[in-house]
């Protein structure tokens, strides 16, 4: 094999190991059972439902998502199209600590009465102030419906739903259930997360092929010379 073709198989291999650095987040979700006790205008109630989180890096941040795979709860009466409205609290754990708060839309259909409620996707807003892995766990439930609220809170202590490599802004956490957003010293949001580190990694690699490259085209032409 020629030297030319072995110096372009070299950059083309060094090439893709960059696109690699590139590549997302590590992240692992897992869907968990838990256990709801939930104190009812009528009374305590109980319901288990698999939950699932999710995230997607958004500016900043990661847009977290709570999916609900079974009913929580019942109402002994039928709640119309737009009556219930649900929250929750995520539990920050791990190299992070905190809380995120998530909300959803009002339910798009009649609920009938004696039926488990059906809850919506719920979404909130999770900005990183430390860095390492850390992982999110369903906690606190809210179903306001009518005038009233039903309070369904976990008893199984379960396990993460998510888990997240991050790099944080070293900020300190806010109540609104996202984290602190709060400019550097250069007037700007610092930015955050495993896939900034990569692109930084990225640029470096490819700084070093081009001087590589420059090199051997400078030891070619001095070879042919002479």
């Not at 709640?79 to 539990?91: E, I, W």
Request: glycine share 12%.
């Amino acid at each position: 094999m020629s030297y030319q073709k072995r110096t372009a198989m070299s950059l083309a291999a060094a090439v893709a190991g960059s696109v690699v650095l590139m590549a997302a987040p590590a992240a692992h979700a897992a869907v968990v059972d838990v256990n709801y006790s939930c104190k009812t205008p009528i009374g305590k109630k109980a319901a288990v439902s698999p939950i699932d989180i999710t995230s997607v890096k958004s500016g900043s941040g990661y847009k977290l998502t709570m999916s609900f795979k079974k009913g929580v709860s019942s109402s002994p009466l039928a709640l119309g199209k737009g009556a219930m409205n649900p929250s929750a609290v995520l539990k920050v754990g791990g190299a992070d600590s905190g809380t995120v708060a998530v909300s959803g839309p009002s339910n798009s259909a009649e609920i009938p009465a004696n039926t488990p409620i059906q809850i919506s996707d719920l979404s909130g807003t999770y900005t990183p102030k430390a860095s390492g892995k850390v992982t999110f766990t369903a906690s606190i439930l809210t179903i306001k419906a009518m005038g009233t609220t039903t309070t369904c809170t976990p008893t199984n202590s379960p396990k993460p739903s998510l888990e997240l490599t991050v790099t944080g802004s070293g900020g300190g956490s806010s109540s609104g259930g996202t984290t602190n957003t709060s400019s550097d010293s250069g007037g700007s949001l610092p930015k955050t997360g495993p896939l900034d580190s990569a692109v930084a990694l990225g640029t470096l690699g490819g700084t070093v092929l081009l001087t590589g490259a420059a090199g051997v085209l400078w030891l070619t032409r001095r070879n042919q010379r002479v």
